[in-house]
């Protein structure tokens, strides 16, 4: 078995704590969808929460359950992890958009999902 170089594996175990971080938030928000979205509104405009609802932040835990996965697959150097984690994180980018529409789109999760999948696929050779 080959070595995984310390960018590599910290890269596992951010994408391991970021998908749990997301899949939590996203499981309390499903639960408790009504103290959520009066949150939401404390912050923003009335109208800001007029498109949520728990099926799209269930949908989003699901994502993140499966971005989980991956990682952890990823972790222990399964290449089939590198199909979870982008087919995850790619839900997890672009259903927002669709959902909410185009304002929903967060480049810094874009940011870190570029960082991380290039780390990913630098080291896909080495992935059995």
């Known amino acids: 078995m080959r070595k995984k170089s310390i960018i590599y594996e910290a890269a596992c175990v951010f994408s391991i704590i970021g ?45 993140f359950s499966v971005s989980l996965a991956g990682a952890i697959k990823l972790y222990r150097m399964r290449r089939s992890g590198l199909y979870f984690y982008l087919a995850a994180q790619t839900m997890v980018l672009f259903l927002p958009v669709v959902w909410l529409g185009s304002n929903a789109f967060s480049v810094t999760n874009a940011i870190f999902t570029l960082i991380f999948s290039g780390v990913y696929l630098a080291h896909y050779r080495i992935i059995k």
Request: glycine residues 2%.
């Open 19 to 63: 998908s749990s971080i997301g899949f939590i938030s996203m499981f309390f928000s499903t639960v408790f969808f009504k103290i959520v979205t009066e949150k939401i509104r404390s912050v923003t405009n009335l109208t800001s929460t007029e498109k949520l609802s728990p099926i799209y932040f269930a949908i989003l835990m699901a994502s």
